[in-house]
């Protein structure tokens, strides 16, 4: 299967707290996995990507937690800010036929997140 | 540097008409990847070109097609619109499509 669940679907939390974003995936072939920020009127912006040979990725306050054995990967922002206040999708990829192109990602339903100042 | 470019912004179609959206990608960028975006769909994936040619496809009908130009210009055309293509049509660029993509601002189109 291709499909990428996300959960929750909204999320609201105070500033100067932690937005955690879950996602789990079926298909064992992808080995690729973004996280897109999405702002109104814009398109998504890459935030962080990690791939399955590490568990964990930082980035400034943004981290992936991936867990390969339960298929499942997720967003952690830390002393979220209003203006961290957007649409997360998470996404993941396998590469095609020939091994050149991560360019098909499969994108979860995505998460609203709120922080209320 | 400049992003990438998507003409039009928005577009109002009848149903029927054909329609044709044009992306540029960032300078260097040989790869260009299109999505449709709905609120009840989310987003999904059209196709994706590297070097003129197509590597990747989505599962939309034939309605909806695409080309690259030898400058990594790519364009899409759906033809005999119907209300349900009504939608933000995003493009993504990337250098080679094994790395991040980098997403335009969207034409959104709507068909009445």
């Known amino acids: 299967q291709q499909q990428v669940k996300q959960s929750p679907q909204s999320l609201i939390v105070q500033k100067g707290g932690i937005s955690i974003i879950n996602c789990a995936y079926e298909?064992?072939?992808?080995?690729?996995f973004p996280w897109y920020q999405q702002f109104p009127g814009k398109g998504p912006a890459l935030l962080i990507a990690?791939?399955?040979?590490?568990s964990e990725k930082k980035e400034g306050r943004f981290t992936i937690s991936f867990n390969k054995s339960a298929k499942q990967f997720s967003l952690h922002i830390m002393d979220s800010q209003p203006g961290d206040s957007a649409t997360y999708f998470c996404?993941?990829?396998?590469?095609?036929?020939?091994?050149?192109?991560?360019?098909?990602?499969?994108f979860g339903q995505g998460t609203i997140l709120t922080v209320h100042p | 540097k400049a992003g990438v470019t998507q003409t039009p912004r928005y577009l109002i179609k009848t149903r029927g008409q054909q329609v044709t959206l044009s992306c540029s990608p960032i300078?260097?960028?040989?790869?260009v990847s299109w999505y449709q975006q709905t609120p009840g769909q989310g987003l999904q994936f059209l196709f994706e070109?590297?070097?003129?040619?197509?590597?990747n496809k989505g599962n939309f009908p034939g309605r909806f097609s695409g080309r690259q130009f030898s400058n990594s210009r790519s364009e899409m055309n759906v033809s005999t619109l119907e209300l349900g293509d009504s939608a933000l049509y995003l493009c993504?660029?990337?250098?080679?499509?094994?790395?991040?993509?980098?997403f335009g601002s969207g034409t959104r189109l709507t068909v009445v």
């Open positions: 298909n064992t072939a992808f080995d690729y």
């Open positions: 070109y590297f070097s003129e040619t197509q590597r």
């Open positions: 300078s260097g960028h040989r790869s």
């Open positions: 996404a993941a990829s396998s590469a095609n036929a020939g091994g050149t192109s991560y360019g098909k990602l499969t």
């Open positions: 990690i791939r399955p040979d590490v």
């Open positions: 993504a660029s990337s250098k080679r499509g094994q790395d991040g993509y980098t």
